[in-house]
């Protein structure tokens, strides 16, 4: 299997590398978002089956950008990331306002047990 | 501007397998809009992860979906086995693609039963699954059950599967290929099928990238990719090429996954006819501490697996991506302007698994 690269950022930085990747001819594959020691964001993409990880830090106060702008079909993921763990990435489109998934609790898995 | 109206689609409809549900905004009968609702079978399987040890856990990934579960196990097996520097035995790795690529050709015929029922082609629908239920019969007499199976195990398989039964399953499988044509010939041939498949639902080469589908749905518009040639398990050792289309429509989606079953059986047959002897399965000692991602050939597409470990036998994460994930913004850009009697085959057109999509 190729090889996997992994790469942080600071949040400040994500629109800014994601066009990059994007003039660079890269397909997103998924948006990972695990919570530990803060709300660790993994956005991965591929191009001839290499697989590109950047990782940045949030925390569920800070406001995140969206990179629908960038890869409209990211807008799964992050409505997804935004219900499930409470962070807040803004400007998604289209914005399902925690609609997403028919769950009765609050962002479950950003609780952690 | 004509009349529009909202139809709710879902989450129950004759023509869906499992729950989802669309809004379709209407203009007189030509869809303008659809909108999807999912979760009405969201489990938390990942939030799971707290409360089972690595190793329980892989009863919990092939139980995310019926029709995908091997793949489902197989693909959290091999992440944590890249984690701990595990090898799989090689005769283990040929179980896991026979099984895999059985997982395929059951999945497809489902398909195929399923696409001939929502245009009304009941007969048709009969015969795929009828075809179907000979590769159910294999998975049950080589590992016990018929849907689920347990079979995968981090470090191999728990099973083996004699040369008399592997000689059998190739003679299964050639009895079945000249129904298989027979049957296929309909799909690929028929009046009313063409009239109901071709044209409708384009989605050109660009727009696939673009909307980042993966695939049949991606193959059928042109884009040549398939994980499987990346070699992992015993694919590195098989012959065989991404099967695509050119059309972009329902037909050249459904001629990709004929196509795909005649190959699922000529890769069987290969790696029966090479599968070497000697173990199946390796111990695993100690807990898992890394993290990684792995990107398998699920029959609908390209499915990701990220596991990050810490050291003690729970996982921080188990993240999976699955195909049909991937697919519905690509659904959702075939539906617009679309005709309302066209909706029921452009959903079934990314063989939608609504399980695997929620999790």
């Not at chain 2, 329980?56 to 984690?83: K, L, N, P, T, W």
Request: one cysteine or more; aromatic letters at 8%.
């Amino acid at each position: 299997m190729k090889e996997q690269i992994l790469k942080e950022i600071s949040p400040n930085d994500l629109l800014t590398e994601i066009m990059k990747i994007k003039n660079d001819g890269y397909r997103m594959v998924a948006i990972t978002c695990t919570n530990k020691n803060g709300m660790e964001l993994t956005y991965s993409f591929d191009k001839d089956y290499e697989l590109l990880n950047i990782r940045l830090t949030t925390d569920t106060e800070t406001e995140l950008p969206s990179i629908s702008i960038l890869y409209p079909y990211s807008f799964l993921y992050e409505n997804e990331i935004k219900e499930l763990f409470g962070v807040k990435i803004t400007g998604i489109m289209p914005d399902f306002n925690d609609n997403l998934y028919k769950i009765p609790v609050k962002t479950p898995f950003g609780v952690n047990e | 501007m004509g009349n529009r109206t909202i139809v709710p689609f879902g989450p129950q409809h004759p023509v869906l397998p499992e729950p989802i549900h669309l809004d379709l905004v209407l203009e007189d009968e030509t869809v303008v809009e659809a909108i999807p609702r999912i979760g009405y079978i969201h489990r938390g399987l990942e939030k799971l992860v707290e409360k089972r040890d690595y190793q329980q856990y892989c009863y919990v990934a092939e139980r995310i979906c019926g029709i995908c579960s091997f793949m489902h196990g197989m693909g959290y097996c091999m992440s944590i086995e890249r984690i701990m520097d595990v090898e799989v035995p090689e005769r283990g790795e040929f179980l896991r693609t026979i099984w895999a690529e059985l997982s395929r050709l059951h999945s497809h015929l489902l398909w195929l039963g399923l696409l001939a029922d929502a245009f009304g082609f009941e007969s048709l629908f009969m015969q795929s699954w009828k075809l179907r239920e000979q590769v159910l019969d294999i998975f049950e007499e080589t590992t016990g059950g018929r849907v689920i199976f347990s079979v995968c195990d981090i470090g191999g398989v728990r099973k083996d599967i004699s040369s008399e039964m592997l000689m059998k399953i190739k003679t299964v499988l050639t009895e079945m290929e000249k129904e298989l044509k027979e049957t296929t010939s309909v799909f690929i041939n028929d009046t009313t099928v063409k009239l109901r498949t071709k044209g409708v639902g384009v989605l050109t080469k660009q727009m696939a990238f673009d909307l980042g589908a993966v695939g049949p749905m991606a193959r059928a518009s042109g884009i040549e990719m398939d994980m499987r040639t990346q070699g992992y398990s015993a694919y590195g050792k098989l012959d065989f090429k991404p099967i695509t289309n050119d059309g972009g429509d329902c037909y050249a989606r459904t001629r990709v996954r004929i196509k795909e079953m005649f190959q699922s059986i000529n890769l069987i047959r290969q790696c029966i006819d090479i599968i070497p002897g000697g173990e199946i399965n390796v111990k695993v000692k100690g807990t898992p501490n890394g993290e990684q991602f792995i990107r398998l050939e699920q029959p609908r597409g390209e499915v990701v697996y990220y596991t990050k470990a810490n050291g003690t036998k729970f996982l921080d994460r188990v993240r999976v991506r699955t195909p049909t994930f991937a697919n519905l913004p690509a659904l959702l850009e075939t539906l617009k302007n679309c005709s309302l009697a066209d909706v029921p085959i452009l959903i079934l057109t990314i063989d939608p698994c609504i399980s695997c999509t929620e999790r």
